[in-house]
T-cell receptor, first 121, second 112 residues
């Protein structure tokens, strides 16, 4: 079946512009995550959506970052007034459910998309 | 603060030369430890999840093991197609147990 898809694959923007990144999760996956991968750094958690629950936004680095998700479908990550330090690969992941007993290890597995490479000039 | 440290940062092997990658972690309570493979320009690809000290999992030339402080990814007789960045991540017990905290990865290059 289709995996997680993200668009655009590459985005080059000028400092101060707004950008919108899109993620299409695997159909039926209720949990969706955004991570950021900066050069030479590990993936950083940004935000988490689970069904209709309030999202966990604790990883968003500033109020210039926001994300939305409609139901259990597409999510968009918006970065306003982009800065050069926002340059990174933004990765989206989905999983069937956030956490289940260890017996069902596959339900804890997060499936990642190919990412969007954002370059802020 | 939860920390994940991977070593070495980079590793070059000759085809057939077995070795191990290390992932050490300091967390308040471990729910699960994950290994991913990441090829250039692609998202991480899931390899293994380990939950308990002493647990081992194998897939082709890879075997992952877990202790209370670290995990090893053993690569037996590697081939050039095993070249990739290998990422380790942990999930902690507690309220935010869905988050993955990642190490910086080990870049593995296998020369023919």
């Amino acid at each position: 079946g289709a995996g997680v898809s993200q668009s655009p694959s590459n985005k080059v923007t000028e400092k101060g512009k707004d950008v919108e990144l899109r993620c299409d999760p695997i159909s039926g996956h209720t949990a969706l995550y955004w991570y950021r991968q900066r050069l030479g750094q590990g993936l950083e958690f940004l935000i988490y959506f689970q069904g209709n629950s309030a999202p966990d936004k604790s990883g968003l680095p500033s109020d210039r970052f926001s994300a939305e998700r409609t139901g259990e479908s597409v999510s968009t990550l918006t970065i306003q007034r982009t800065q050069q330090e926002d340059s990174a690969v933004y990765l989206c992941a989905s999983s069937p459910r956030a956490v289940l007993p260890r017996l069902s290890s596959s339900y804890n597995e997060q499936f990642f998309g190919p990412g969007t490479r954002l370059t802020v000039l | 603060e939860d920390q994940v440290t991977q070593s070495p940062e980079a590793l070059r092997l000759q085809e057939g030369e077995s070795s191990s990658l290390n992932c050490s972690y300091t967390v308040s309570g471990l729910r699960g430890l994950f290994w991913y493979r990441q090829d250039p320009g692609k998202g991480p690809e899931f390899l293994f999840t380990l939950y308990s000290a002493g647990e081992e999992k194998e897939k082709e030339r890879l075997k992952a093991t877990l202790t209370k402080k670290e995990s090893f990814l053993h690569i037996t007789a590697p081939k050039p197609e095993d070249s990739a960045t290998y990422l380790c991540a942990v999930q902690i017990s507690g309220g935010s147990n869905y988050k993955l905290t990642f190490g910086k990865g080990t870049l593995l290059t296998v020369n023919p």
